[in-house]
């Protein structure tokens, strides 16, 4: 069982930076890919970021290649998403998800591959 509980989130100024912190309870993190989604008002969840258990391994959705960076301390049970040059299209609740998985460079980008969910954390972009 791994318990998610994201921070960070707030409202920026457009091309200003955030970072968001998620950290894990559990004995499962290690053993984890960690990914991060985003959902805005009227539009289905979506893929942002994920990283692989022992970080070797990332993936990014397209739009936020170059301008946001994944990355996780699995000594402190965490998992980070740095989010620069925020545009008011970023606007939306994100959360973290993780995902118990045997090989060491596994991600995912489906929703449906992650067991566990954090409650997530508001991020406004202002125009």
């Known amino acids: 069982q791994v318990q998610l509980a994201e921070s960070g989130g707030g409202l920026v100024q457009a091309g200003g930076s955030l970072r968001l912190s998620c950290a894990a309870s559990?004995?499962?993190?290690?053993?984890?890919?960690m990914g991060w989604f985003r959902q805005a008002p009227g539009k289905e969840r979506e893929f942002v970021a994920a990283?692989?258990?022992?970080?070797?391994?990332?993936q990014y959705e397209d739009s936020v290649k170059g301008r946001f960076a994944i990355f996780r301390d699995n000594g402190k049970n965490t998992v980070y998403l740095q989010m620069n040059s925020l545009k008011p299209e970023d606007t939306a609740v994100y959360y973290c998800a993780a995902r118990v998985v045997g090989s060491y460079q596994s991600t995912s980008a489906y929703t449906s591959g992650y067991a566990y969910w954090g409650q997530g954390t508001q991020v406004t972009v202002s125009s």
């Open positions: 990283i692989s258990r022992n970080g070797g391994n990332t």
């Open positions: 559990g004995h499962t993190f290690g053993n984890s890919c």
